[in-house]
């Protein structure tokens, strides 16, 4: 079956340092994201990438950095910058959205992260 | 800065009612508005979609309505079963130079009591 994979499911950091969170997909989507869910606040993006070896910063970047190689995947580093890491991040892809057609975009069940 | 705004936070609902959840959105390029449902410990799943063109979409229970002149869209979940208790989003999509972009409202937390 196609989809979006996450992992770690759940992940733990230690003050001062950086974390990976993967993010494969199969649907061979050129667009991949990058959203930070917390309580009340709905889904947040952070980083977005439209075609390898490209990516744009979201709203809210600073503390996060991203790469591109492979059209599959799109791993997502959480700094030491970032100070309240603590969150839901999840990953969606879709197909490459054209003026006046957006394309639904597709989730993975999330990497919960916490500090410890 | 929030670009679509939504309502209720949570809302009740006795099974086989109506849950009607409400966005409004701020004056920017958009072409796009989907809705997602997503459960607890899951990503969200796309349930219902609508561009401006179109005032009114139905998928089963699942209704959209969009008023571009109020800049105004709507979810109705007829006869609303147990199985539909999960948190509704609302989100708006911005084509723009530098790529695609959806913008997401807070969120509605709907529990349907059996």
């Known amino acids: 079956d196609g989809g979006i994979t996450q992992s770690p499911k759940y992940l733990f950091r230690k003050e001062g340092q950086n974390v990976t969170l993967s993010c494969e997909q199969n649907?061979?989507?050129?667009?991949m994201y990058w959203y930070r869910q917390d309580p009340g606040q709905g889904l947040r993006l952070i980083y977005y990438s439209q075609i390898v070896n490209d990516f744009q910063k979201g709203d809210i970047a600073e503390g996060y950095s991203v790469s591109r190689e492979k059209k599959e995947s799109f791993p997502l580093t959480v700094t030491s910058a970032q100070k309240n890491p603590t969150a839901f991040y999840l990953c969606?892809?879709?197909?490459?959205?054209?003026?006046?057609?957006?394309?639904?975009?597709?989730f993975g069940d999330g990497t919960r992260l916490s500090i410890l | 800065q929030q670009q679509v705004k939504q309502s209720p936070q949570s809302l009740i609902v006795q099974k086989g009612g109506i849950s009607i959840i409400n966005c409004a959105y701020e004056?920017?390029?958009?072409?796009?508005f989907p809705w997602y449902q997503q459960f607890p410990g899951k990503g969200p799943a796309l349930l219902i979609a609508i561009r401006p063109d179109v005032s009114e979409k139905k998928e089963g229970r699942f209704t959209i309505s969009f008023n571009k002149s109020a800049k105004q869209f709507s979810l109705h979940i007829m006869d609303s079963q147990p199985g539909d208790s999960a948190t509704y989003f609302c989100?708006?999509?911005?084509?723009?130079?530098?790529?695609?972009?959806?913008?997401f409202g807070a969120g509605t937390t709907v529990t349907v009591r059996a």
């Open positions: 969606a892809s879709s197909n490459v959205p054209k003026q006046g057609a957006g394309q639904p975009q597709h």
């Open positions: 004056n920017t390029a958009f072409d796009y």
């Open positions: 989100a708006k999509g911005s084509p723009s130079m530098s790529g695609y972009k959806l913008s």
């Open positions: 649907l061979n989507h050129d667009a």
